[in-house]
């Protein structure tokens, strides 16, 4: 019956929308773009827009708090590369997007989030549930829209999808007055896009790319520095052929796990902060870094004025204000990584570094990614290690943020990209549990799994309920070490283990999840971990969770402490 | 530095606000921003007046590319340009000193806009150096009140 009514509209909208009322537009629009799920919650300014969907084949994903709606679309989005939809009614239910649209936009992920407004003729009169989310959003979004007219509306929406998915992707919020979603259409509407100002650069220039080349060939110790951009980019083919071609070494941010498989010995893991040794060694010994889709994060670079001393650099990113803005770009390469590299493939010549290959061997069987195993506690490491191995290293990852996070970057050894949904600009906690949800919503059929801390699970584990609704196979770990774990970290580093505010005592989770109508599994002892990583896995009913009870004083090595250099990092067990 | 930027933006409600909120938020050091129509009536000009060095102004440029209603940006510097400012000043002049002020007006090319008993409104376009220069010399007969625009700047020669 829904495919009746669908296609009544379809009908009515066909000559330029005329008598159609504004949700109509809206949920033509939406077919249009191609959007299958969209993650939302009601109230009164969307009534007439939900009356809308109520027949639509979109299916209407309602959560438990906007939050988590957004951050379902981000999920959907990091997990596809389509753009996410998020919908919220006017104030309360807008401002709760607020921290997904900062992630979106700090992580460049695709989203389009429709807020529901007050009537056109109350806005500004602080009328109730009024918020201002165009002021709100605007230094959090990529673009963003009050549709004055229903005249405009479908021109907005066309202007809206392509603006998040295009150039650098990022997340553009409509806020759509009620009275526009009643209103109908007089006279037919003009979609036709009026953005002369965005044009953003795809091709490099040639150039630009050659010297780049010459640059690198000519070096005696290159290191390519891979972020975010190569997945967004779909460069990873790219990449990987101009790493072999090359033979170049190269090494990833957290938002860029997954553009190089880890089994490659090429591959020397993460950078930065909680990165390895190798990688960080690497990165100030160099005589050419190689940036990729990366911006220089201060979680990568640690002290900038000592940061890579030795090298030249060549940065190739699609957003010109990351050239140069941290870091001073020689060779500067603006446009879209996958054409760039494509064509720098050609350029690169085989080159024989054995000695720097060696050294960089010798880094990494000297100073691997590890930890002490033994003790009474589940070691939090060996939960993702062994869970790599069950999975074969192909699961869909999401986490929260804290040292679970970490350790997640550090031992699940990723292979491919879109594999892991972190939030990496803002440090998002509670970002795991709805963003795992949106995966597994864009991908039915495979397996995703949330690493979770106690402290960012408990911020959204309500979306559980979510997934019991859709009966999704989601399945979620928390490492439960009863702490704020990375905070307390710091204490205990650099603040005489004075553990201000970050003791974080938990419910009985199995209890609580078992009550949101989910599976709920709990494992203490070191010798039976396997068997329930075995046991989630295998759920596949509707959501799980497993319950790790791991040591509680574990910490994340190695680390760059705050302010010092990436070689200054401090080892742990390998000092 | 003062570097003198334009950028030709959509007239769209909001953009006012957002280009001045990407300068407050990247901490850009703000002389002067001015806002006026032109030759397009869908199109505004904005000229600001930016403080900072090379590097500061790289990303100012870019940053103002990046905001979707900004249509383009030019950058000033190293350019044959004109720049003119508008000043208005309420110059303390009662009857016996009226006269020199009026004759630094004079000097200065600029127009009195209006008389009272102890007062005058002078109007003065220029450089901003002019101007400056003029508030100089008539800061001793007491400045009552100045109001400027900011500068707004054109390309010399026949190129747009
Ligand atoms: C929303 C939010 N609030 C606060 C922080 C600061 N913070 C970063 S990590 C962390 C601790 C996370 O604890 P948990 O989720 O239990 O992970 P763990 O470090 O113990 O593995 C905190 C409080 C944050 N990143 N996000
Ligand atoms: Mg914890």
């Given amino acids: ?184 259409l007089a006279r037919a509407a003009d979609l036709t896009m009026r953005i002369p100002g965005y044009k953003p650069s795809l091709s490099g220039h040639i150039r630009q790319i050659q010297s780049a080349a010459k640059v690198i060939n000519a070096s005696a110790r290159p290191l390519l520095y891979v972020g975010g951009g190569v997945i967004h980019s779909e460069a990873t083919a790219e990449l990987r052929a ?119 061997a010798d880094w990494k069987k000297r100073y691997p990614l590890g930890y002490e195993p033994g003790g009474k506690y589940i070691k939090p490491q060996s939960v993702v290690e062994k869970l790599g191995e069950l999975t074969d290293h192909d699961a869909i990852i999401a986490t929260g943020v804290g040292q679970h996070q970490m350790w997640t970057a550090q031992f699940y050894g990723f292979r491919k990209p879109r594999q892991i949904i972190t939030s990496g600009g803002l440090g998002t906690m509670g970002f795991g549990v709805p963003s795992a949800i949106g995966a597994q919503f864009a991908c039915p059929d495979a397996t995703v799994i949330d690493i979770d801390g106690d402290g960012s699970f408990s911020m959204t584990m309500g979306e559980i309920v979510t997934a019991v609704h859709h009966e999704l196979p989601v399945k979620f770990i928390v490492m439960d070490n009863e702490y704020l774990g990375m905070v307390r970290q710091w204490q205990e580093m650099f603040f005489d283990k004075r553990y201000s505010g970050t003791v974080h005592p938990c419910p009985d989770f199995v209890k609580v999840v078992e009550g ?7 494992v203490e002892d070191p010798a039976k971990l396997t068997d329930a990583l075995k046991e989630l896995l295998d759920y596949n009913d509707g959501p799980a969770v497993l319950i790790v009870a791991v040591d509680p004083e574990e910490n994340v090595y190695p680390m760059v402490p705050a302010g010092k250099s990436l070689h200054e990092m401090e080892l742990g067990r390998l000092a | 530095m003062k570097h003198v930027i334009t950028a030709l933006v959509q007239n769209q ?85 009226r006269p020199a002020v009026v004759d630094l007006v004079n000097l200065f090319r600029g127009r009195v806009a209006d008389v009272a008993r102890s007062s005058v409104v002078v109007e003065l376009t220029g450089t901003e150096d002019k101007i400056e220069a003029f508030i100089d010399l008539v800061r001793p007969y007491g400045i009552r009140e100045l109001a400027r625009t900011g500068v707004i700047a054109m390309q010399r020669g026949g190129r747009k």
Wanted: charged residues 20%; contains cysteine; hydrophobic residues 40%.
């Fill in chain 2, 13 to 97: 409600p909001g953009v006012l606000a957002h280009i001045s909120g990407m300068f407050a938020a990247r901490g850009f050091n703000i002389d002067s921003l001015v806002v006026g129509r032109t030759e397009d009536s869908e199109l505004s000009r904005m000229t600001i007046v930016v403080v900072g060095d090379d590097t500061v102004l790289e990303q100012v440029r870019k940053q103002l590319g990046k905001v979707i209603p900004v249509v383009k940006v030019r950058d000033f510097t190293n350019t044959e340009n004109v720049q003119r400012d508008l000043l208005l000043i309420r110059v303390h002049a009662p009857s016996e000193k």
């Fill in chain 1, 1 to 184: 019956m829904a495919k009746t009514k669908y296609t009544k509209y379809k009908m009515k909208l066909d000559k330029g929308f005329v008598g159609a009322c504004g949700g109509e537009i809206i949920h033509q629009m939406l077919m249009d773009q191609g959007v299958d799920v969209m993650f939302g919650f009601p109230g009164g300014a969307l009534i007439p827009l939900f009356d809308v969907l109520y027949d639509s084949p979109i299916k209407l994903v309602i959560t438990r708090h906007e939050q988590g709606a957004i951050h379902m679309a981000e999920g959907y989005a990091r997990a596809t590369g389509k753009t996410g939809v998020a919908i919220a009614t006017s104030g309360p239910g807008a401002t709760n997007l607020v921290t997904g649209l900062a992630n979106a936009y700090l992580d460049s992920t695709p989203i389009v989030a429709i807020t529901g407004q007050v009537r056109s003729n109350l806005i500004g009169n602080d009328a109730f549930q009024e918020a201002d989310m165009t002021g709100i959003s605007r230094p959090i979004t990529k673009h963003n829209f009050l549709v004055g007219s229903v005249d405009d509306l479908g021109r907005i929406f066309a202007e809206a999808f392509h603006i998040a998915s295009t150039g650098r992707p990022g997340p553009v919020l409509i806020d759509v007055p009620v009275d526009i979603t009643v209103n109908k």
């Fill in chain 1, 242 to 360: 101009v790493q072999e071609k090359g033979q170049l070494p190269a090494t990833t941010t957290l938002m860029g796990l997954g553009a190089l498989d880890e089994s490659n010995p090429l591959a020397l893991q993460m950078v930065g902060m909680h990165g390895s040794a190798t990688a960080n060694y690497a990165t100030q010994e160099c005589d050419c870094l190689i940036a990729v889709g990366a911006r220089f994060d201060d979680r990568v670079t640690g002290n900038l004025d000592t940061f890579a001393p030795d090298a030249t650099v060549v940065h190739i990113d699609i957003d010109p204000t990351s050239i140069s803005k941290v870091v001073k770009a020689d060779v500067p390469v603006v446009g879209d990584a996958k054409g760039i590299l494509a064509q720098m493939v050609e350029f690169i010549e085989p080159t024989d570094r054995t000695e720097w290959l060696e050294k960089i």
């Fill in chain 1, 516 to 522: 949101f109508g989910a599976k709920g599994i709990r």
